[in-house]
């Protein structure tokens, strides 16, 4: 996180234990690196994302880990690190 956010990292973390305090569900690696991974313009971007994840954690998986809509494919398993997935 703190590559991602750089001088912001306090105000994301302190953020993401607050959602992860009031949903427990959000609190799995793999969830919360595909809110990372979606999350791309600073701390607005990564609250919308994690909003995202509070309605439905599948849909932040489906947009973080499989390209094509139409014809899903996984390309990404966030199960695994970043590092792991070459990211």
Do not use: H
């Not at 849909?59 to 880990?65: C, I, N």
């Amino acid at each position: 996180m703190k590559i991602r956010f750089g001088s912001d990292y306090y105000s994301a973390e302190k953020i993401l234990n607050e959602y992860l305090n009031k949903n427990e569900y959000l609190d799995s690696d793999r969830i919360i690196r595909c809110v990372l991974f979606l999350t791309t313009n600073g701390i607005e971007n990564f609250e919308k994302n994690l909003t995202l994840a509070k309605t439905d954690p599948r849909d932040a998986m489906l947009w973080a880990e499989y390209e094509n809509e139409k014809q899903p494919k996984r390309v990404r398993d966030f199960n695994r690190t970043f590092t792991e997935n070459g990211i």
